[in-house]
């Protein structure tokens, strides 16, 4: 459900990760409904996100990865592209009732695909499967934003000492496609 809030503070969120209050403009407001923190273990550049029952996911992670391509479109997957090629990137994914407010900021890479879900559950894929799940609540059609900091900064860190953690911080926003 999407609140109509005409002028609430709402929390936004930054890049560094701190929150900050913004005054609504009188249009509808997405209600976050869940966030989840991970650590995505990166390899070759590369991780993904893909439904938790693999049966249903036609070409599995990291099959057709493409390489220099921010974010990738699969069907019932997506890929992303680290500055970084062996490290743990930080990883906040969050689950919307609609559409949230795209955050400004200093993000060195965004994107946007269409997600489909048959399970509601998002398993994350680096050097293997994650355990930890991404809870949509519901199957479905979703759009998904990825906006990326610290690319240039970890691609630096792990050409020069080899690996990372933390240094590369995706947000990941999940919302219901409308129509």
Not at 80 to 105: C, I, K, Q, Y
Not at 137 to 163: F, H, I, P, Q, Y
């Amino acid at each position: 459900m999407v609140a109509w809030i005409p002028r609430a503070l709402e929390l936004c969120a930054l890049p560094s990760g701190k929150r900050v209050g913004a005054w609504g403009r009188g249009k509808a407001v997405a209600t976050l409904l869940g966030e989840r923190v991970l650590d995505a273990r990166v390899e070759f550049r590369s991780f993904g996100f893909q439904e938790s029952d693999e049966s249903v996911v036609p070409v599995p992670f990291p099959d057709d990865f493409r390489w220099g391509v921010f974010l990738q479109e699969h069907v019932r997957r997506f890929d992303l592209f680290s500055a970084g090629h062996t490290h743990t990137a930080s990883v906040t994914a969050r689950v919307w009732d609609g559409e949230p407010d795209a955050a400004e900021g200093a993000w060195e890479e965004r994107a946007e695909i269409d997600y489909e879900s048959v399970t509601g559950d998002v398993a994350l894929w680096g050097s293997g499967r994650s355990q930890d799940l991404i809870r949509l609540g519901k199957a479905g059609l979703w759009r998904v934003r990825v906006r990326c900091v610290g690319r240039a900064e970890v691609e630096r860190v792990t050409r020069d000492t080899g690996t990372a953690y933390g240094v590369e911080r995706y947000v990941i926003d999940f919302w219901p496609k409308a129509g």
